[in-house]
């Protein structure tokens, strides 16, 4: 199992040999500018690219970046996913690869793309355009087979030797031990026994970690023995009758156990054999094995697993997979029962599934003609999580519900197209309800993409219309389309009068408010905030879109220069946040108060609101708060006469300002905040100390520029 450490996933199990193959990666990503692995399904790309990628990071002064392509479907989420990986949340109307291009235009990095195999046409057309416009760009791919691109070198990547070197039996005790500290190959006869498991599996590193999970329900010769007779068995490969059990062991078909022509596995009918190497088929029938060690019941579960894009939970596992035979706590049993079969990874509370295995299983669930059934279940599990989501924006779990929306991603947009296909009215609902925190975790073209979408998929009435209204113009608005999220605002006002909708006229009046904020109208978006405001006087007073128009008002009396009146509402906001636990507005509070402070001549006062609101941006990884906060940071240091400390504080927020795709932005009256304490701090210690503290922090990782920031002594 891997966890995200950095730029590059965590390693959670012993890395063993392949000291020639990082050898020659070394030499081809010192050398080359794209690299593709290939080697079938389980002999060990993903994790050699790894550890060359770690291996490798230092030499890129931007680090390895890492985008794990094997939960996209098809390549409509490939622009994203890749933008995702190096940290790009575009905010612009622009094309998504010129955004990306621009992104990794003077950037010195190296970029893995794992499992590229089912998107090689997509991928290799990407790789071209992005290393024609990014000349430090590296890249490394892993795939089944190669993807095509000019100029790709292509390294092969063979099984763990199996004569002659240790590797494969060292792989073989290390899982062993992993699953039982206590176990190993002490007793006579178990490490001739294990070298022979590793010969008959001809040393692929996944074959051989199925193969070791079996240990504790045999011994190790037991073991051999059985994958000898196994592989020696004339023309068979996987699937022996009775795999999935008869109806009466787990009530399902009688059929489904039997084999379709004697000698045959289902497999190599749903695969032409030229396609498969030999290799590949060893694994398949090492698959096929661990497959038929499991419980019926374990099996079910497999399949119904595999519409599962990211990590999951057991709550998660529960809602996708309960069903007939599958009870909830059959689920929790099965589940720990596939984790012991080395099927499923486990890390701390959450669980993967290998692509390899996820296809097997995916083979398995539409022989059983449970593929549209398994859909339908992720789908509504989905749209509920959505729905909860929505339902917490407010609560004191605000930012576990943005972070697990924003983990979700891939899993959420699997079931709104299957919602958009079989579900109109549920993916109306989900879009609508969802869309919000995709536009604040930077997702703009899919909010604005699955919105018009739903809108588009039929009719659609109530506060569905109104959400759906609404989430396509803060999109619009977060990407500086200000005609079309004008032109929403209106449409979600009327929609809500019509419906008689309070909550839908609250949102509304924040739409068509900051938009009037943005384009220069403060006494206006006043004075609708205000009318709104007393008019939904029954709406709570903890309700997120009442809160978010409150705000309203508090931008709207700085930018008219009543400063006294919004330093009292925006504390008030504060507070009325901070009971309910809400994060987001909370957030946008602070940056008003740092904002009045500092126009008011009170800078140390200024740089605390801004680090508070800073602080609760990077909570809810909202780059393009955190560059609005740094910004205002860097001008509360400038008042106070540290002028290189504020260069520095302004160039990390450029370089969070070219991660959305903006320049500068915010409410018209904090341009001329901006020029005047960059003035200030270039007097305090000149043109060129400012400008080398500057290019600092424009260079310095984004992480360790914000926690720099964030260090309340001043530098004088």
Not at 254 to 263: D, E, K, R, T
Not at 453 to 480: F, I, K
Not at 671 to 687: F, H, T
Request: one cysteine or more.
């Amino acid at each position: 199992m891997m966890t995200k450490v950095g730029h590059l996933p965590e390693e959670t199990s012993s890395f063993v040999g392949r000291r020639a193959e990082l050898a020659r990666l070394h030499t081809a990503l010192t050398t080359r500018r794209m690299t593709t692995l290939i080697g079938p399904g389980g002999v060990g790309k993903t994790r050699l690219a790894l550890r060359a990628a770690r291996a490798a990071a230092d030499r890129y002064a931007d680090g390895a970046w890492w985008a794990d392509l094997s939960p996209l479907a098809d390549d409509r989420l490939l622009l994203p996913t890749v933008s995702d990986a190096v940290g790009l949340a575009d905010h612009t109307l622009r094309m998504p690869v010129e955004a990306l291009c621009e992104w990794l235009g003077d950037k010195h990095l190296l970029l893995v793309l794992d499992s590229a195999e089912h998107l090689r046409g997509p991928c290799s057309h990407l790789l071209a355009e992005i290393l024609t416009t990014s000349i430090g760009l590296s890249v490394l791919v892993t795939s089944r087979q190669p993807l095509g691109t000019r100029g790709e070198h292509v390294v092969e990547v063979p099984p763990l030797p199996v004569d002659g070197a240790p590797d494969a039996l060292q792989l073989f005790a290390d899982r062993l031990r992993a699953a039982d500290p206590r176990a190993g190959l002490d007793a006579p006869g178990d490490e001739a026994a294990a070298a022979e498991i590793c010969r008959r599996l001809e040393g692929i590193p996944l074959a051989i970690e199925l193969a070791a999970a079996g240990i504790g329900r045999h011994s190790v010769a037991q073991l051999a023995h059985r994958i000898g007779t196994r592989f020696d068995a004339p023309g068979l490969t996987v699937g022996a009758p009775g795999a999935y059990g008869s109806s009466g062991a787990a009530g399902l078909p009688g059929g489904v156990g039997a084999s379709p022509a004697p000698g045959t596995s289902r497999l190599d009918l749903l695969a032409d054999e030229t396609a498969w190497p030999r290799r590949h088929r060893t694994l398949r029938t090492a698959i096929g094995w661990s497959h038929e060690l499991c419980t019926p019941l374990e099996r079910l579960l497999w399949a119904r697993l595999t519409p599962l894009r990211t990590d999951f939970d057991a709550e998660v596992a529960r809602e996708v997979c309960a069903g007939g035979p599958l009870t909830p706590d059959e689920v929790d049993r099965a589940l720990q029962g596939l984790v012991a079969q080395s099927v499923v990874q486990r890390d701390g509370d959450r669980f993967r599934m290998l692509d390899t295995l996820r296809e097997y299983g995916r083979m398995w669930l539409t022989e059983l003609g449970e593929a549209r059934a398994a859909a339908d279940r992720h789908a509504r599990s989905f749209l509920g999580l959505a729905r909860r989501a929505h339902e917490g924006w407010t609560g004191p779990d605000q930012v576990s519900w943005y972070h697990k929306v924003s983990d979700t991603h891939l899993d959420l947009c699997a079931a709104l197209e299957h919602l958009l296909a079989h579900d109109v009215e549920g993916a109306q609902e989900m879009a609508g309800r969802v869309g919000f925190f995709w536009a604040c975790c930077g997702h703009l073209s899919e909010a604005r993409n699955y919105a018009q979408r739903a809108l588009d998929a039929g009719p659609v009435e109530g506060p569905h219309r109104t959400r759906l209204q609404w989430v396509l113009g803060v999109a619009a608005l977060l990407q500086s389309d200000f005609a079309t999220a004008e032109k929403y605002g209106a449409l979600c006002t009327a929609t809500a009068l019509y419906d008689q909708d309070d909550e839908g006229m609250l949102a509304a009046t924040y739409l068509s408010g900051i938009t009037q904020l943005m384009t220069g109208e403060p006494e206006a978006a006043l004075e609708a905030a205000r009318r709104v405001l007393r008019m939904t006087e029954g709406v709570p007073v903890d309700s997120g879109h009442r809160l978010r128009c409150r705000l309203v008002t508090v931008f709207a009396l700085t930018a008219l220069g009543r400063l006294d009146e919004s330093e009292a509402a925006a504390t008030a906001l504060r507070r009325a946040c901070e009971r309910g636990g809400e994060f987001w507005t909370r957030t946008y509070a602070d940056y008003q108060l740092a904002l009045i402070a500092l126009l008011q001549g009170r800078p140390e006062a200024s740089a605390a609101h801004a680090r508070a609101m800073l602080a609760g941006k990077h909570r809810l990884r909202d780059s393009f708060g955190i560059a609005l906060g740094l910004d205002l940071l860097a001008a509360a240091i400038a008042a106070q006469g540290a002028g290189a400390q504020a260069a520095r504080v302004y160039g990390t927020g450029h370089a969070y300002w070219r991660m959305v795709g903006h320049p500068q932005r915010g409410t018209p009256e904090l341009g001329p905040v901006r020029e005047r304490c960059e003035l200030q701090a270039r007097a305090a210690v000149g043109d060129e100390a400012y400008q080398r503290a500057f290019e600092r922090g424009q260079s310095d990782n984004a992480e360790v520029g914000l926690a720099a920031a964030l260090r309340t002594e001043l530098q004088l």
